[in-house]
């Protein structure tokens, strides 16, 4: 079975696939001794991967076992062609490494960080239905707790940008968004 090479560089990845794409770059050809490199730099940590010639084009191959390493996160990234000393960038964009669901097994966590939020903001506000302190003291330290108006503030903040990401998955999707709009007819 064969499979078709994209052409230019993926917008996601998968930790634990093989990950495959060619480039072609007229000004820095593979045959002419360019190599391409690309450096991924995100909080969840660094990516380097080295392509290798594939006649005049770059071919860029990435064994699941070596993608299997790779942590879930956004990622910018920078791609140069290099040859001896000189260096020239040739991309730049954000590439997505989405999490193995294989090997994370039944520990993984798939809500986002605002959804996680909204979801600790909901749970202290459904404790603290019978909790009225908003202050004590324990072993004569001052514990403070966030009063119950700006928790619902928060709570209010967090549902409205967790519905905005819940809109754009359904646009990825080729869903509609579920906002409505209203349009006016008339003189």
Same mark, same amino acid.
């Given at each position: 079975? &064969?499979?078709?090479?994209?052409?230019?560089? *993926?917008?996601?990845?998968? /930790?634990?696939?093989?990950?495959?794409?060619?480039? %072609?770059?007229?000004?820095?050809?593979?045959?002419?001794?360019? &190599?391409?490199?690309?450096? @991924?730099?995100?909080?969840?940590?660094?990516?380097?991967? !080295?392509?290798?010639?594939?006649?005049?084009?770059?071919?860029?191959?990435?064994? *699941?076992?070596?993608?299997?390493?790779?942590? /879930? =996160?956004?990622?910018?990234?920078?791609?140069?062609?290099?040859?001896?000393?000189?260096?020239?960038?040739? @991309? !730049? %964009?954000?590439?997505?490494?989405?999490?193995?669901?294989?090997?994370?097994?039944?520990?993984?966590? =798939?809500?986002?960080?605002?959804?996680? !939020?909204?979801?600790?903001?909901?749970?202290?506000?459904?404790?603290?239905?019978?909790?009225?302190?908003?202050? %004590?003291?324990?072993?004569?330290?001052?514990?403070?707790?966030?009063?119950?108006?700006?928790?619902?503030?928060?709570?209010?903040?967090?549902?409205?940008?967790?519905?905005?990401?819940?809109?754009?998955?359904?646009?990825?999707?080729?869903? =509609?968004?579920?906002?409505?709009?209203?349009?006016? @007819?008339?003189?």
């Amino acid at each position: 079975m &064969t499979t078709d090479i994209a052409s230019k560089e *993926p917008t996601q990845i998968r /930790a634990g696939d093989t990950i495959e794409w060619k480039r %072609s770059i007229d000004d820095y050809k593979a045959s002419e001794g360019w &190599t391409l490199k690309y450096a @991924f730099r995100g909080s969840a940590g660094s990516i380097d991967i !080295t392509g290798s010639a594939d006649g005049d084009e770059h071919l860029i191959s990435v064994t *699941p076992a070596t993608s299997a390493a790779y942590s /879930a =996160g956004n990622y910018d990234v920078m791609g140069w062609a290099e040859k001896g000393s000189d260096r020239y960038t040739v @991309f !730049t %964009s954000r590439i997505e490494v989405l999490v193995d669901l294989e090997a994370a097994g039944s520990s993984y966590d =798939g809500r986002t960080h605002v959804k996680k !939020t909204l979801d600790a903001i909901e749970a202290v506000l459904e404790n603290r239905a019978t909790k009225e302190i908003e202050e %004590s003291t324990i072993e004569g330290v001052m514990i403070k707790r966030i009063n119950h108006e700006e928790l619902i503030k928060f709570r209010q903040k967090y549902l409205t940008w967790y519905r905005q990401e819940q809109a754009a998955e359904k646009l990825k999707l080729g869903m =509609g968004s579920g906002n409505i709009i209203l349009t006016r @007819f008339g003189t």
